[in-house]
């Protein structure tokens, strides 16, 4: 194990940001390398637990204990396999991840948890800098598999089965491949070329990528973008011997108030989606610019936190970010005890960037500037009362914007193309309905990720498309050793 | 013999045990009389204590009496003449009753001894006042028949006495006994004759009218009285058997019998009449060990060696690691270790062959002995002293027998033979040293041969087929290399056993390490290193019976694990013809694995074959390899092979024509090794393991080691680690621990285990040949991957056995579970515990545990659910629950007092663990809290037990073993023993502490008698509990301390938490409490015992259900230490011996202790919740109180019908099995208390004469006689006063007493301040036990003729655990002088070996020598040792100590308490020193512990400087 008086030595300390008047004017990653000592160090405060709860608030199931002793002891290439056993993409959820491990570490009992994302993060790193060698692939089994969606789900069941020996191809509808890790995640909290180097050597162990592609249910579906192919599902039933449904929960939770129609009142994921494809050079200036506006950002989560951080890249004039919950704690509460995730207030690097949030409060009603143009909001605050949230009387007041982001979650699959009554049933939760296999009602199509289990985290997205692949390749050769962290629909301790 | 199929509950005859108490009396001028019968008889009456009763108060579990042939007896009483004594053979014969089958069975004898050569001269009812025995002895009483028979004077053996005609009764009777059903001979002899019976001591004489007769003459006589675990009837179980008579037990009796077994085609004999083959089998089937012995030693006697001589060879002295023995006596036992191995265990045997008579002392002294010799030839010999009356005037010599002696007496030649001239002549026979020179090898010498060095890709190909994790490299065979010795762990195991694991185990995890526990002592290997061996040798055996120069052609092997170049020189041994004499023969261990256990079965059935033709042609070392596997050959475990081969190589009596050395990927921990050494293998080669560090030295991950250095640690490691397991079972010797299978399995087929195992229990059956086959598929799947590339960066599994892992073994206790608890019980909310009971009893139900597996029946008998308010209420239930034992010191104060606290508040008990309690504690706090934990516990370590520890106590709990590590002692290093801790254990702050694996004061069943008998008397409103750990047998121990009068039994399983236990002590011994607390509660109610004793349970009890299984299978108290834990904070961190506990719990560091977070409002909370639970459960099956519920087995039932892979063969019907009594009670739980039998105690009258004392504080004088049955003396009355005045006690010297004769066993027990007893005469062992700061003076009487330092005046283990006090003793004393002393001064003439050990504290000053093996252990206190012979210096255990030069100080300590010594005792010797004064004085050598010397250091340096010095101590013990 690590040090055993490691957490006792050492505190816990972190990476530094580079100054926000630097980092603000670029889209590069905000955080300054981190010293090698200071890696070993914070390495050595894990205390090896007999049970290790981290390991369980990992969805993966990542071997935390082990990488912690093994980069102590500046064992990298080891720790790069270690990691690299229940992660299929560890440079970015060392990005990307909350790190539900850090709320369960035990010390984080009494003490600050163990810096366990960066630690994966610096593994990943190593590795990647090292050569992100292809491993080695299973000789070809003859079967062919589909994935529809090239998120982190759709990724790693696609990286699991080629290595199993299966023909993978996978489809996205988008101009790239990468889902909401290319076109959510702002490139400042992931720089896009990390997806790239991971799609290289998936593309040389063999897996096929097959962009602006929408798999449609039959002809009569919805309309296609503009130079996107599209294939239909009943084709790739003929032509795969098993169909992956990886297609995110990217139905988006809207806020119907007066106003809502207003000029300037967008989703997140729509001005997200602008920006990144200027990052992406595929396009030159966002369709949707905070350049010198007030942007209110309704919704206080992460993808609300994204927008922050572009909105301030892009020049935006103010920013408000608006949470219908009270401010959380700065530690837990007796109704929120550990191992389950901490809910207190968090402050990311857009954060501290700049902009205000404002709590406890509730938009009434966009106000129309004229032109059918957003200027502003009416909002009041709100108080838990005896039937859920209630408005405080007196408290009504406007504030001016004239970019308003809605960040509020997303409601499950969309309903369009290839899910529903047609395709594949849906469960009470309006997402895909999978049996212990992962197998939707329809058989050989199997689904993951957020299309079945909700909006969620990368980590559940990877670990459902590990286990994912491992129905698969039982379904198809009659056992297997692939991994399976997970049983469909598994949720965090609560 | 099976004994594991067709079994329907859990009771094993086989696991029984017994001792006792025995002596004998002889005129050495062979001076024959009535009066040597009287007094034999009359001894025997004096060690009733020592014997024991059973449910029938009147029934003894045994008594017997040998004696010459009373030849003028017989003459006189039977109507045909007699020839002359020698010509003829008599003996007792127990026949049937029925008068038609003892007809048959007398005419066929008759018959038998015709075609034997001889005549029967007549028969001879004897007569018995059978009323006088007990009334379930009269029931199964047989008919008493004495046989009179001689050499027929027409036939071939015309004329034959003496010991011709004894070998030729010996044919005939072992014919007799496999020909003739129902027959039992008690002796049959032409010299000696035995009566014995199912009695008790008193009872003897009265029963066999014989004795009673004044012709009845005799010059010895050798008694024996019997104390068995249980009861049931058997009057052949008496001793003396026909040579012996046998205190102790032989813990290696079962591979001892196979050797034997395997022997007999070897045996040849000119001396012995006829086919030798009539004698076989020369072991009796399901013997005792004691008979077993006999028989053994008849055979070699009468084969030719004289008695001494057989018994040497049996039981020799601990010869390997002498420093001082002679080198010819060394060649003589080298030589015998070639013809057999040692019988192993605690015995005091006395022998007689009618002409000689004496007693030899196992190796490590663990029996008492001692004798007396009269100025006219008498010579007494017994397990006490004072058996006999005798004039103190008449006395020439008081001796004792010391580990390894022999003591005999020859009445031929009239005197007494010292030890070293019968073994100076034994060695002096043959010229065995030539012998060795010529033909005995060394593996060290043979010629050198080169093995393979293996490839990366080949070590993980290796890894995957032999079923390696990470967790295995990084947990267990790294430390082995790095530290070389084996891992450490703590918290309790809570992963499944392997019948009901989800993952393929091997077959290693489905035995259980076996332990000493109650009936012998597992012993210290590390402290008493010098009388442990590894060394073994390989090679074929001889003709036993035959002293030749050939029978050492073997090779020693000095260490049972080989490294691959070792290997390779046995493999290709004499290939050239080198090494004459030797031929080797390796044979795969593989199989067709597709063809499942059928081809298992197949391969294992060739290979034995080709092993049997192999040594039949010649071959003396057989080597079984697993290297070669295939895709389609994967490896035979093991185990399997090793086991399936020796016991057809047994069966096939070849076993002793070759040696086994096993080479195998597989092997990997210690219980592996021993395990295959414990099935028959000489020499285990563990490769793979060897290979995998070796790549670990070189990629650097073993630090600075090379792979040499790394492979050297390993075998080192798993060397100690064999002695380690051994010691658990009290077995000293690798070479008798080999084929000796100390195992239980648990969940293997029956049949399998009764074919390939043959011998080791199965209680419960379970997986077959198939189901091993599944499981070695799956691993050779794994090595033979077809997709490779599906793992992917995953080289070998992760593992998941010692930490939780979510790929790995499931864990009880895991993320959800924890949290769950300790939501609940923080929260207060029961619905929440509902989910963690729902979480814990699903995760049984999905195999985690047997009881899993049971399901309640709700309408058994008839008896309906009731309505849970008709339930008692949850007040009355948390009473009968406790918490568990665990050290002040093991945890942290604040975690401590929090159990404590909730459980006063509850009325339930905590207990304090073995670390003593802060007196503070005793006095409730001001908010009325009480930190006073009800148990006091009792462990051996003794810490803090004192007379106050004592008094404030409800429970007084005598640990025997730890769940977590039966068999094995503790050790608390300096840096954790802080002030505080120190304080509470009477010891020194940052000093390591030691707890031994035994309790020096038991070492038999008899002497846990005598403990529970002082610790009553040191608080009698105490109950005195006994905690047992699950293991087959633990019934009839169980049984055995209901007899002893424990007032509790707690049975505790295997899993049970520990601050510090090697890992595979917590993973591999013991049983589950299933299986122990069923075993317990059937034993007991066949024995009629259960309504004396309450039963507890403990072992990972987490819920209501469990708690209400428990009550049905029997238990009516219930014990908790894991989940209370959990619930006050702990996360299974499972560093506790680690001292980093961050949640302040298993810790002493004041910044870690700062972060806990525990209330004793939780704790309360989760024991009000687990009684809500039971309160449903009971209600749901119809019961309104747990009382009503203990021992329903009908409300459980086995048919949960869960389809698993493993499960197929496992049965559970035993654990359910509804028993009848045999005798006695019908009661299914304790409904009456023991009989202490105080009232008979010396001690009363003590009181009553101490009154002005007691009431006043006033002086009293008091002056009394003291015999040996008089135990304990002094402690009731300590208790007495401190009762009522504290730990302070009386002023010094209030209460005077002086007591003249022979006191009894533990004199002057924790005897407190304010007593002071002068005992004029001798006592026994245990003086002093305890000393809590009272005077206790021994001394001899003025009259005495001997010389008082030349002579034992006191026996073993003398002030053990004292804490304060002092002692003064004229004359000598035997082993293990002041062991644990941690505070008094002792003044002593001359000790046996073993003294001082474990010492802490206090002041020893010995007058005399020493034995050997001084101050092993000792880590405080100073010892002063009169040394003018400079012999001191190679009798030390320098592992602790240094010899330092007296300083001022000491010279004026030393004759002041001289004076004193002489002064209170009248010593000559003190005398003598004293009057030379400061020359003497100046021969004195003084012993200190170095840390000791380190601390006083420190302290002075502190104390020089103004510094603190608690904390400059703790700066130095950190070091």
């Not at chain 2, 038609?100 to 006042?129: F, H, S």
């Not at chain 2, 086959?773 to 691993?779: N, Q």
Request: hydrophobic share 40%; net charge negative; with cysteine.
């Amino acid at each position: 194990m690590a040090d055993p008086r490691g957490f006792l030595r050492i505190q816990r300390s972190g990476p530094t940001r580079r100054p926000i008047n630097e980092r603000i004017y670029d889209w590069q990653e905000v955080y300054n390398p981190f010293p090698v000592d200071d890696l070993h160090n914070q390495a050595a405060r894990c205390m090896d637990c007999g049970i290790p709860f981290c390991h369980e608030g990992c969805p993966l199931g990542n071997l935390i204990p082990e990488w912690n002793d093994l980069v102590w002891r500046s064992k990298m290439p080891e720790a790069s396999d270690r990691l690299h056993a229940t992660n299929n993409f560890p440079e970015f959820t060392g990005r990307l991840c909350p790190a539900p491990c850090e709320g369960s570490c035990v010390l984080g009992i009494n003490d600050d948890p163990v810096l366990i994302k960066q630690v994966e993060y610096e593994i990943a790193e190593w590795t990647g800098e090292n050569g992100l060698a292809p491993q080695l692939v299973a000789p070809s089994t003859g079967c062919s598999i589909a994935v529809v969606g090239s998120g982190p789900a759709g990724l790693a069941v696609a990286q699991q089965l080629t290595r199993a020996g299966h023909s993978v191809v996978v489809f996205e509808r988008a101009e790239r491949i990468g889902g909401l890790m290319r076109f959510g995640v702002p490139e400042f909290k992931m720089e896009k070329s990390v997806i790239d180097r991971r799609l290289r050597q998936m593309e040389t162990e063999g897996t096929v990528f097959q962009t602006s592609t929408t798999v449609e249910l039959s002809e009569s579906s919805g309309a296609v973008a503009e130079g996107a192919t599209v294939v239909f599902l009943t084709t790739l039933e003929r032509d795969f011997d098993a169909i992956v449904l990886a297609i995110g929960s990217t139905r988006p939770r809207d806020l119907s108030v007066p106003g809502r129609d207003l000029d300037g009142v967008h989703f997140a994921m729509e001005y997200l989606r602008g920006s990144n494809l200027v990052c992406e050079g595929l396009l030159d200036e966002p369709p949707i610019s905070a350049h010198g506006r007030h942007v209110v950002i309704i919704g206080g989560g992460d993808t609300g936190a994204d927008c922050l951080g572009t909105a301030h890249r892009q020049g935006a004039a103010s920013v408000q970010q608006l949470e219908i919950l009270p401010e959380p704690p700065n530690s837990r509460t007796d109704a929120n005890p550990w191992p389950t995730w901490p809910l207190i207030l968090r402050t990311s690097a857009a954060h501290e960037e700049g902009g205000e949030r404002l709590y406890s409060v509730s938009t009434r009603e966009f106000i129309d500037g004229g032109e059918q143009r957003v200027a502003g909001l009416s909002i009041e605050e709100i108080a838990s009362g005896p039937n859920g949230f209630e408005s405080v009387p007196g408290t009504e007041k406007t504030i001016p914007a004239d970019l308003v982001l809605l960040a509020l979650g997303f409601l499950g699959p969309e309903r369009d193309g290839i899910v529903g009554a047609a395709g594949c049933e849906l469960n009470e939760r309006d997402h895909l309905k999978v049996d212990r296999e992962y197998m939707t009602s329809r058989q050989g199509i199997f689904a993951c990720g957020d299309a079945a289990r909700g909006q969620s985290l990368i980590v559940w997205a990877i670990a459902e498309g590990r286990s994912c692949a491992a129905a698969v390749d039982r379904f198809l050769m009659g056992s297997t050793d692939l991994p399976s962290p997970l049983a469909p629909y598994t949720y965090a301790i609560s | 013999m099976s004994t594991n199929t067709s079994q329907s509950d859990l009771y094993d005859a086989r696991f029984e045990h017994d001792a006792c108490g025995v002596a004998f009396v002889a005129d050495m001028h062979n001076g024959a009389s009535h009066s040597i019968v009287d007094f034999g008889l009359t001894a025997l009456e004096n060690l009733a204590h020592r014997g024991a009763f059973g449910a029938d108060p009147r029934t003894g579990d045994g008594a017997g009496i040998l004696i010459q042939m009373p030849h003028e007896f017989f003459s006189a009483t039977v109507p045909f003449s007699l020839p002359p004594v020698g010509s003829y053979v008599s003996g007792m014969c127990f026949l049937s009753t029925d008068e038609r089958q003892r007809a048959e069975a007398m005419a066929l004898i008759t018959e038998i001894l015709a075609t034997e050569g001889c005549i029967v001269l007549g028969w001879r009812e004897m007569p018995v006042m059978i009323g006088v025995a007990g009334a379930s002895a009269q029931e199964v009483a047989p008919s008493f028949m004495q046989l009179f028979f001689r050499a027929d004077p027409h036939g071939r053996f015309a004329g034959a006495s003496g010991i011709v005609l004894e070998r030729l009764a010996y044919v005939a009777r072992k014919r007799i006994e496999h020909e003739v059903t129902d027959v039992y001979f008690a002796s049959l002899s032409a010299r000696t004759f035995v009566y014995k019976g199912m009695l008790s001591t008193a009872q003897l004489r009265a029963f066999f009218c014989d004795l009673s007769d004044e012709r009845m003459k005799s010059a010895i006589a050798l008694v024996h009285s019997r104390f068995s675990t249980n009861t049931f009837p058997a009057w052949p179980l008496a001793h003396p058997y026909r040579i012996i008579a046998h205190n102790g037990e032989i813990n290696t009796v079962a591979g001892n019998r196979n050797w034997m077994r395997a022997r007999e085609a070897l045996l040849n004999s000119d001396l012995i009449p006829g086919e030798i083959e009539r004698l076989f089998p020369i072991v009796t089937p399901g013997a005792s060990d004691s008979a077993t012995f006999d028989e053994v030693l008849e055979l070699l006697h009468l084969g030719g060696r004289s008695l001494p001589h057989a018994m040497l060879m049996m039981i020799p002295e601990a010869w390997e690691n002498h420093t001082e023995m002679d080198a010819r006596r060394k060649a003589f036992y080298r030589f015998h270790g070639c013809v057999m191995e040692p019988w192993d265990g605690p015995a005091a045997v006395a022998f007689t062959d009618g002409t000689q008579i004496g007693a030899v002392l196992d190796r490590n002294g663990l029996r008492p002995a001692r004798y007396w010799v009269t100025e006219d030839g008498l010579v007494v010999l017994a397990s006490e002293v004072g058996v006999l009356p005798i004039d103190p005037e008449r006395i020439v010599k008081k001796g004792r027998l010391q580990p390894g002696r022999m003591f005999l007496v020859d009445t031929a030649e009239g005197r007494i033979i010292d030890d070293s001239e019968i073994k100076s002549e034994l060695a002096a026979e043959y010229p065995y040293q030539e012998w060795l020179d010529a033909h005995l090898l060394s593996l060290d010498e043979l010629p050198a041969k080169y093995p393979l060095v293996p490839r990366h890709g080949s070590i993980v190909h290796q890894q995957r087929l032999f079923g390696y994790t990470n967790e295995d490299l990084r947990v267990i065979v790294a430390p082995m290399a790095k530290n070389s010795a084996e891992p450490v762990g703590s918290m309790g195991s809570d992963t499944p056993i392997a019948v009901l694991s989800d993952r393929p185990r091997l077959v290693f995890d489905y035995f259980s390490q076996l332990f000493a526990q109650v009936t012998n002592p597992p012993l210290d290997a590390i402290r008493e290193e010098l009388v442990t061996s590894l060394s073994a040798t390989l090679g074929p055996e001889r003709n036993t019976l035959a002293p030749e120069a050939l029978s050492c052609r073997q090779i020693t092997m000095h260490f049972p694990i080989i490294d691959n170049d070792d290997l390779a020189k046995l493999l290709y041994i004499n290939e050239h013809g080198e090494t004459p004499g030797f031929k080797s023969f390796a044979i795969d261990g593989l199989y067709e694995v597709a063809g499942g256990g059928k081809a298992l079965e197949a391969s294992l059935e060739r290979i034995c074959g080709e092993v049997v033709q192999a040594v039949e042609g010649g071959v003396n070392i057989v080597v079984l390899s697993d290297r070669h596997s295939t895709h389609e050959l994967a490896p035979i475990p093991s185990l399997l092979i090793t086991s399936a081969v020796h016991h057809h190589l047994v069966r096939s009596k070849l076993r002793c024509m070759t040696g086994l050395v096993i080479e195998t990927g597989e092997a990997r921990e210690v219980h592996h090794m021993a395990l295959l050494v414990g099935y028959g293998a000489v020499a285990v080669n563990p490769y793979l393991a060897i290979d995998s560090l070796r790549e670990m030295a070189t990629n650097g991950d073993l630090g600075s080691l090379t792979p040499d250095q790394a492979t050297h640690n390993y075998i080192k490691a798993a060397g100690k680690g064999i002695l380690k397991t051994m010691s658990k079972m009290g077995i000293s010797t690798i070479a008798s621990y080999t084929g000796a299978q100390v195992f239980e399995a648990i969940g293997l087929d029956s049949a399998l285990v009764d074919h390939y195992f043959t011998g080791t229990p199965s209680r419960l059956g379970g997986a077959d040949l198939e189901v091993l086959a599944v499981e070695v598929a799956k691993r050779h799947h794994l090595a033979y991957l077809v997709r490779e590339a599906e793992l992917d960066h995953r080289e070998i599994e992760i593992g998941g056995d010692y930490q939780w892992r979510r790929e790995g073994e499931y864990h009880l206790f895991n993320p959800k579970t924890v949290f769950k608890l300790q939501h609940a019980t923080r929260s207060g909310r029961y619905e929440i515990f509902k989910q963690y009971t729902r979480l814990v009893d699903d995760q049984s139900e999905r195999l985690a545990t047997l009881r899993g597996l049971l399901r309640f029946v709700t309408d058994a008998a008839g008896r309906g659910s009731i309505p849970l308010s008709e339930v008692e209420p949850v007040e009355e239930i948390v009473k009968r629950f406790a918490t568990g034992a665990m050290s002040y010191g093991s945890i942290s104060a604040e975690a401590h007092e929090t159990l404590a606290i909730a459980m006063n508040r509850l009325g339930g008990k905590s207990n304090t663990g073995e670390g003593g309690e802060d007196p503070e504690r005793f006095v409730p706090d001001a908010n009325g809290d009480s930190r006073r934990s009800a148990v006091k516990q009792v462990a051996s370590g003794r810490f803090g037990v004192t007379s106050d520890f004592l008094v404030n106590s409800d429970d007084i709990q005598i640990k025997m073993a730890q769940g977590a590590k039966p068999g094995e002692g503790g050790q608390l290093p300096g840096q954790k023993v802080y002030p505080w801790i120190a304080k509470t254990r009477h010891s020194t702050p940052g000093v390591g502490l030691i707890s031994p694996p035994p309790h020096h004061d038991i070492y038999s069943i008899e002497d846990l008698a005598q403990l529970i008998h002082d610790l009553k008397n040191a608080n009698k409103y105490a109950r005195i509990h006994v905690k047992l750990v699950a293991e087959v047998g633990v019934g009839t121990v169980a049984a055995g301390v209901a007899k002893a009068h424990a007032d509790v039994v707690l049975i505790s399983g295997e899993d049970g938490g520990t601050g510090a236990a090697p890992l595979t002590s917590l993973k591999h011994a013991g049983a589950p409490w299933e299986l122990g607390l069923a075993e317990t509660q059937q034993t007991l109610i066949r024995n009629g015992l259960r309504d004396r004793i309450v039963v507890q349970v403990d072992g990972q009890l987490k819920t209501g259900r469990d708690v209400v299984i428990a009550a049905l299978l029997g238990a009516e108290e219930f014990g908790f230490a894991t989940a209370p834990l959990v619930v006050s904070g702990c996360v299974m961190m499972r560093v506790c011996h680690l001292d980093t506990c961050p949640v302040g719990i298993a810790t002493q560091n004041p910044e870690l202790r700062k972060r806990f977070s525990g209330q004793p409002e939780f704790v309360e909370n989760f024991f009000n919740f687990i009684a809500e639970e039971v309160r449903e459960y009971l209600a749901l099956l119809g019961f309104r109180s747990v009382e009503e519920a203990v021992g329903h087995v009908e409300c459980l039932d086995t048919d949960r019908a869960i389809n698993h892979w493993k499960l197929g063969g496992l049965n559970l019907a035993p654990i359910l099995a509804k028993v009848e009594p045999d005798i006695g009670t019908t009661a299914l739980h304790c409904t009456r208390g023991q009989d202490h039998g105080l009232e008979l105690a010396l001690d009363n009258t003590l009181i009553e004469l101490a009154r002005p004392a007691l009431d006043r504080s006033q002086p009293v004088e008091i002056d009394l006689e003291v015999r040996n049955v008089h135990r304990t003396v002094g402690t009731m009355l300590g208790a007495e006063v401190t009762r009522r005045f504290g730990a302070e006690g009386l002023a010094d010297g209030t209460i005077s007493i002086h007591l003249n004769g022979s006191g009894g066993q533990s004199f002057g027990a924790f005897l407190p301040k304010g007593i002071e007893i002068t005992l004029i005469g001798d006592t026994n062992d245990y003086l002093g036990k305890g000393l809590s700061g009272g005077r206790i003076i021994v001394r001899p009487p003025v009259e005495a003729r001997f010389a008082a330092e030349e002579n034992i005046i006191a026996g073993n283990v003398i002030a053990y655990g004292a804490t304060g006090g002092e002692l003064f003793i004229s004359g000598q004393v035997g082993e293990r002088f002041c062991v644990r002393n941690s505070g008094a001064t002792a003044v002593v003439e001359g000790i046996g070996d073993h003294g001082c050990e474990y010492m802490t504290g206090g002041r020893v000053v010995i007058l005399g020598q020493t034995g050997r093996n001084f101050a092993a252990g000792m880590s405080g206190g100073i010892a002063f040792v009169y040394d003018p012979g400079i012999r001191l210096e190679k009798r030390l255990n320098k592992e602790m100590v240094a010899l330092e030069a007296l300083e001022d100080d000491d010279r004026e300590f030393l004759v002041e308490i001289i004076s004193r010594h002489r002064d209170l005792t009248g010593s000559a010797l003190a005398a003598r020193i004293l009057e030379f004064g400061g020359e003497e004085i100046e021969k004195f050598a003084k012993v200190v512990p170095v840390d000791y010397r380190r601390v006083l250091e420190a302290t002075r340096h502190a104390l020089e400087n103004g510094q603190d010095v608690n904390e400059a101590i703790m700066a130095a013990s950190n070091g």
